[in-house]
């Protein structure tokens, strides 16, 4: 878990007791995979990679890392597929600051905002990228 304190997600007005708990109980999933940094991530910049079948269990398997669509298909599956351990494994620090910006329009809002408010330096390329 990073270290940044987590706030609690804003409850978005008319959601029933129990959407909202819903709510919260998904993205407390996606905050117990983060890694502690973003320099964990020391994923691959190049080549093909194939992920096992608990990440892409519907669709493609192999993403050509030289292929933007196929790049932003595989950050996209592992953000919303891969457990803690998978993040170093395939994301890399580097690439993934860069593609954010249009990442993070492709990704759930729950994703989302659990990836920038534990790491600020995300939302801040989003913002620098405006």
């Given at each position: ?6 706030r609690p997600a804003p409850t978005p007005s008319g959601l029933s007791d ?110 620098a990228a405006a």
């Open positions: 878990m990073p270290s940044t304190p987590q129990a959407a909202a708990e819903d709510l919260a109980l998904y993205r407390e999933k996606f905050q117990r995979r983060l890694p502690e940094s973003l320099d964990e991530l020391h994923g691959p910049t190049q080549g093909v990679v194939e992920l096992p079948l608990h990440m892409a269990w519907s669709g493609m398997t192999s993403y050509d890392l030289s292929k933007p669509r196929q790049r932003m298909g595989l950050y996209r599956t592992v953000l919303h597929e891969g457990l803690h351990d998978d993040l170093p494994r395939y994301l890399n620090q580097g690439l993934l600051l860069q593609l954010w910006p249009v990442l993070r329009t492709l990704v759930g809002r729950s994703v989302r905002s659990v990836w920038e408010d534990a790491f600020p330096q995300l939302a801040s390329r989003t913002q």
